[in-house]
């Protein structure tokens, strides 16, 4: 499935039988593999030193289950690149590479079709799959750790944060994505910045929206989770909405409360809950819940409504919690 046949999420999930996996977890896989993402860019400086192991990780998923697969471009953006030093046409033209690596991982996926897996040796099924182009939030650009805190400062208004979004959706959404996930959106202020910019008419592609939130009822910077939610149902381009980066024992409470105002597909795709050292840029380990523990919550998930969910895809030994 390309962007020119994806027609809604509904359409979508009819097609995967009800409900989709999401990767999810990309840095996590990255730093498995022996990636150092001690740096500003973070998951997006793969680009710059190995894109043959983002190619790895996402063909990875896909063969494990993964039917959304998000490019390594969250905290890929014009400013950061040219922060390092690159001029504006390498920094969007590394923001394009993330989405066509993501592509290229998927046409090898069905190149592989219809041949044992190296994993267990089943029989790799073609079947729909979509390229999410992932954008993360002002604070995520930041690297301060403002993303799990959505505290951006009075001099951060609405239109500062459409400029700052607005060229890298553009050079996103003409990549080759089928949809833009808009992840880890901390605040109610940048969700109305990435809704009136669907809008606006140079975004050609729909997206999905998903907060974030530490205590359960509200997203991380205290607004209510109902209101952010309601900002994406009055968006016709918004396809699902839901909860990313968030520790396991909110998700349920939180899909109940975001079905109250939503006729959208939601998503769930949450980290093991453990804390950020936004200082050393990195999790703490021994702070979440275990393996086996995460994987419980999934069918309370799926009990409390959800209808596209992350069910922590399983690569060999690890799980992608993150």
Same mark, same amino acid.
């Given at each position: 499935?390309?962007?020119?046949?994806?027609?809604?999420?509904? !359409?979508?999930?009819?097609?995967?039988?009800?409900? *989709?996996? %999401?990767? +999810?977890?990309? =840095?996590?896989? $990255?730093? &498995?593999?022996?990636?150092?993402?001690?740096?500003?860019?973070?998951?997006?400086?793969?680009?710059?030193?190995?894109?043959?192991?983002?190619?790895?990780?996402?063909?990875?998923?896909?063969?494990?289950?993964? !039917?959304?697969?998000?490019?390594?471009?969250?905290? *890929?953006? %014009?400013? +950061?690149?040219? =922060?390092?030093? $690159?001029? &504006?046409?390498?920094?969007?033209?590394?923001?394009?590479?993330?989405?066509?690596?993501?592509?290229?991982?998927?046409?090898?996926?069905?190149?592989?079709?219809?041949?044992?897996?190296?994993?267990?040796?089943?029989?790799?099924?073609?079947?729909?799959?979509?390229? *999410?182009?992932?954008? +993360?939030?002002?604070?995520?650009?930041?690297?301060?750790?403002?993303?799990?805190?959505?505290?951006?400062?009075?001099?951060?208004?609405?239109?500062?944060?459409?400029?700052?979004?607005?060229?890298?959706?553009?050079?996103?959404?003409?990549?080759?994505?089928?949809?833009?996930?808009?992840?880890?959106?901390?605040?109610?202020?940048?969700?109305?910045?990435?809704?009136?910019?669907?809008?606006?008419?140079?975004?050609?592609?729909?997206?999905?929206?998903?907060?974030?939130?530490?205590?359960?009822?509200?997203?991380?910077?205290?607004?209510?989770?109902?209101?952010?939610?309601?900002?994406?149902?009055?968006?016709?381009?918004?396809?699902?909405?839901?909860?990313?980066?968030?520790?396991?024992?909110?998700?349920?409470?939180?899909?109940?409360?975001?079905?109250?105002?939503?006729?959208?597909?939601?998503?769930?795709?949450?980290?093991?809950?453990?804390?950020?050292?936004?200082?050393?840029?990195?999790?703490?380990?021994?702070?979440?819940?275990?393996?086996?523990?995460?994987?419980?919550?999934?069918?309370?998930?799926?009990?409390?409504?959800?209808?596209?969910?992350?069910?922590?895809?399983?690569?060999?030994?690890?799980?992608?919690?993150?």
């Amino acid at each position: 499935m390309t962007g020119n046949s994806f027609c809604s999420m509904k !359409d979508f999930l009819k097609q995967t039988g009800g409900y *989709a996996v %999401i990767d +999810g977890g990309l =840095a996590t896989e $990255f730093e &498995r593999h022996g990636a150092d993402l001690n740096d500003p860019l973070w998951s997006a400086k793969c680009l710059l030193t190995s894109p043959h192991l983002i190619h790895t990780v996402h063909l990875d998923y896909l063969e494990a289950g993964a !039917d959304i697969i998000s490019s390594a471009s969250y905290q *890929a953006t %014009i400013q +950061g690149f040219e =922060a390092k030093g $690159f001029s &504006r046409e390498k920094s969007e033209s590394l923001l394009r590479k993330s989405v066509e690596i993501a592509c290229e991982a998927r046409n090898t996926y069905y190149d592989k079709c219809g041949t044992s897996s190296s994993m267990d040796d089943k029989i790799l099924k073609k079947r729909p799959i979509l390229v *999410a182009a992932s954008v +993360g939030s002002y604070g995520a650009y930041l690297a301060d750790g403002s993303e799990y805190s959505g505290v951006y400062g009075d001099s951060i208004t609405l239109e500062k944060l459409k400029d700052f979004h607005r060229r890298r959706l553009q050079v996103l959404a003409e990549s080759g994505a089928d949809l833009i996930a808009f992840e880890t959106i901390p605040n109610k202020i940048e969700a109305q910045a990435f809704a009136e910019l669907l809008e606006e008419g140079d975004v050609k592609i729909p997206g999905w929206f998903s907060f974030n939130s530490k205590d359960g009822v509200n997203v991380v910077s205290g607004d209510s989770i109902k209101e952010c939610i309601s900002i994406a149902e009055n968006c016709e381009k918004v396809v699902a909405v839901g909860i990313n980066c968030t520790p396991p024992r909110f998700i349920e409470g939180l899909v109940l409360e975001i079905e109250k105002v939503t006729s959208k597909p939601i998503l769930v795709y949450p980290n093991s809950g453990e804390s950020y050292d936004a200082d050393r840029k990195e999790w703490v380990e021994n702070t979440g819940v275990g393996d086996e523990d995460f994987v419980s919550y999934v069918e309370k998930w799926m009990d409390a409504g959800e209808r596209l969910d992350d069910v922590a895809a399983q690569i060999g030994e690890a799980i992608a919690i993150r």
